[in-house]
Structures are given as C-alpha cells and as structure tokens.
C-alpha cells in the first residue's frame, strides 16, 4: 500500500521517498493510522518488519501538533535493549524528520560511554531513545524529566527483559504520567511482556506480522559439515572463494570471536569483533567500518549484534550454531532484509548434527548439508 494513504504529512512523505521507501509494509500500513488516531498499539513484529519507521512516523506526525519541549522534558520516550538498536532507532528518526517544518530533535542514550557528554547534548531533546539503565541514571542526575511523556514505546520489550532490564522498567514506568500513548513492539508474547501488555496498555490495537516464517523465503540457506579443527580454513576458503565482500559471521563467544578475528588478520582478511568486552567506541567504529566497505568480516556474538540493520547485507556464517531455532531464524535474517536476497551459511560439526536437524524442523525448512572432504583447505 501506498504510504500517501496513511495520513502523513507532505514533509514525512518527502523524506520517506528519499529513504526509497516505495511501498508500506504490512506493519506499517495497520499501526501508523492508530497511532495517528491515538491509539495504543501492540506490534507483534521482528526486526526486518518495518516496525522501526511503523512508529517513528506516526511520532514525528503527532510531534508537529504540540508545543516544542521544554528543556529536559522529553515529549516521546522509546526505550530499546542494546545500544545498537538506539542508534539505529535514532537514526530513523532523524532521517524521516528532515523535512518537518518544526524542528524535531531526537537524541540516544546509552551505557558504556561516559554520562557527561550526554547530558550536555539532551537540553531540548523531544524524542528520546534510551536504553533502561542509562535512562535512569540520568534521571537520578536531573537531566531528564518524564513527567511530559506523551508517547511511550517499548522496543523489542521480550529483549529488554530477557536482558533483566525487568526492575528498571517498572521503575520508569512509575515516573511516567497515567495519561500517554503507549506502543509495544515485541517478537513474542511471554510472561513478563504479557503482563506489560495488561498492565500498561489501554485496548490495543494488536498488529502480528508474520516476520519468522517469511524472512528465510529470500534467504538462500547453505551448510558445510565440518570439524572443528578445519572450521578456520573453511571460513577463508569460503571467504575467498565466493569473494564475500561484507559478511557478517556470529560467534557464541567472545574468545571464539576474537579468534577468528585474529586469524583472519594473519591471513590478509580484514576483520573486526562486534562483542560486549569491545569499547562503545570500538563497536561503533567497527561497525562503521564494516558498513562502509573497509572491513570485509564483522565477527559478533548474539548479543553484540541485536539492532544491527545494514540494507542488503550480502553474507551471514554461522561459524558456530546458536543453541536456539529462534536465535538462528533471527541471525539469518541479517540477511534478505527489506526485500533483498542473501545467503546465509552454517558450519556444521558432527555434534552439531541433531541439533541443526531440530533447527530445521523448528524454521519449517530444509538446508542442503554440503561436504567439505573434497575441498583443498592445505594452506588456505
Ligand atoms: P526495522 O524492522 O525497523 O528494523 O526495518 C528493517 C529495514 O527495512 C530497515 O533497513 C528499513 O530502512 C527498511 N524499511 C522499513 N520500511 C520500509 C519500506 N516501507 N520499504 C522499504 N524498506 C523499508
């Protein structure tokens, strides 16, 4: 469907074209005539579904109908898991707002880099993205008032709790008005996000886009049974031979990571690790790097790489398999974003065998297991 249609305004219509938006996805096309209507909305949604801008517009929409904020009074809080997905979420934002005759100014915040330069950036902040824990903290430091929330957001709410952010959030929801707009996004429906939903929500408007099934569709799946002495050679092998030029490889840990990381560079492949011993500084840099093409190889854990949204990457490897399906429809979906075709590899060890046949069952598809004794990998 068009987005013409949805009741956006001609300078949100503009920038969503320049962004090369044609179409509105399917979460969109239901949540941004709700949110415009003042409606709470539940998106039972994915990365990859469009839900970031199914929120960010209708926000910015509503934004351009009230006062500007006064200092440190935030009108719209959206609260997301990982720095990463501040970032990005930060970015949307910012680039769908360009247009609007008044000046929306959306800030992230994060943990792991100092408080100082963010509080001197937040005065006049009207969105702000934040993650639970820093969240709080500047509010203990006064930079930040909620009392003025007019919209909440709750990104990736299953994420957020799984990462035992369950305490903070209940304390924010505490500074929050009783009259706001709420927007939950979640990718399932749990415990604790169920009890959120009840308890937060005024009769929702629920959205289910169906993100799992459909993300493997355009996502051509291939695995190499190997052992694990050879899992090195096989990964430059495979590198080199399919000339990968941005490829994005998960590790289950961050010793493993800075391995191959490591290996990699001793065998002339550019390489960064994504990881949560990493600086901010690093991961930001690393991932810059990567996205601008200077670093062929980005090695990250799960957790380092939630939010990571990078338009049309080519190439995810599976250098070790996560222990659940989901983890493994989610890393895969890395690739074949936003319509675009991708291809994603998994590295099978014997003992991997069952495991990875439950993975298949779980996703609803089957994945070509390749052998690997007939490759040459003798100085590779
Ligand atoms: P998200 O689910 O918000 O992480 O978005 C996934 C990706 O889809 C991002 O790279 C967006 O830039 C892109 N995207 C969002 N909406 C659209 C749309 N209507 N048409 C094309 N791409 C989109």
Do not use: C, W
């Amino acid at each position: 469907m068009s987005f013409s249609t949805l009741g956006l305004s001609q300078a949100l219509l503009k920038a969503i074209k320049e962004q090369g938006y044609t179409a509105a996805y399917p979460i969109q096309e239901q949540a941004i005539p709700a949110v415009l209507k003042g409606s709470d909305v539940l998106g039972i949604a994915q990365t990859g579904s469009g839900k970031t801008a199914a929120f960010a517009l209708p926000i910015l929409d509503l934004l351009q109908k009230k006062a500007a904020s006064r200092n440190r009074f935030v009108k719209a809080l959206v609260l997301v898991p990982t720095r990463e997905l501040a970032v990005q979420v930060e970015e949307t934002f910012y680039n769908l707002s360009i247009h609007l005759p008044q000046k929306v100014k959306t800030m992230a915040v994060y943990g792991g880099v100092s408080i100082n330069p963010q509080m001197m950036k937040l005065s006049g902040t009207d969105v702000l993205v934040a993650t639970p824990g820093r969240l709080l903290d500047l509010i203990d430091h006064n930079a930040v008032k909620l009392s003025e929330v007019e919209i909440l957001v709750l990104d990736e709410a299953d994420k957020m709790l799984n990462l035992g952010f369950k305490e903070e959030m209940d304390r924010i929801f505490a500074l929050l008005p009783a009259k706001r707009q709420n927007l939950l996004f979640s990718a399932t429906l749990g415990g604790d996000v169920k009890t959120i939903v009840d308890t937060q929500l005024h009769n929702p408007l629920t959205i289910e886009v169906e993100a799992e099934a459909s993300v493997p569709e355009l996502i051509d799946q291939v695995a190499y049974q190997v052992s694990t002495e050879k899992k090195g050679p096989l990964l430059r092998y495979l590198i080199n031979q399919e000339n990968m030029q941005q490829v994005l490889v998960f590790a289950s840990s961050i010793r493993t990571a800075d391995n191959i990381v490591g290996k990699l560079k001793k065998n002339g492949i550019e390489a960064a690790a994504l990881h949560g011993d990493k600086s901010q500084g690093a991961r930001t840099e690393a991932l810059k790097q990567f996205k601008a093409g200077k670093i062929r190889v980005l090695v990250a854990t799960d957790l380092a790489s939630r939010g990571i949204d990078i338009k049309f990457l080519p190439y995810v490897i599976n250098y070790e398999l996560p222990r659940s399906p989901k983890d493994y429809v989610h890393r895969i979906g890395r690739t074949g974003r936003a319509e675009a075709s991708g291809k994603a590899v998994s590295l099978i060890t014997p003992e991997d065998a069952h495991h990875f046949k439950i993975i298949q069952k779980k996703m609803g598809k089957q994945v070509t297991i390749l052998p690997t004794d007939e490759i040459d990998l003798q100085g590779v």
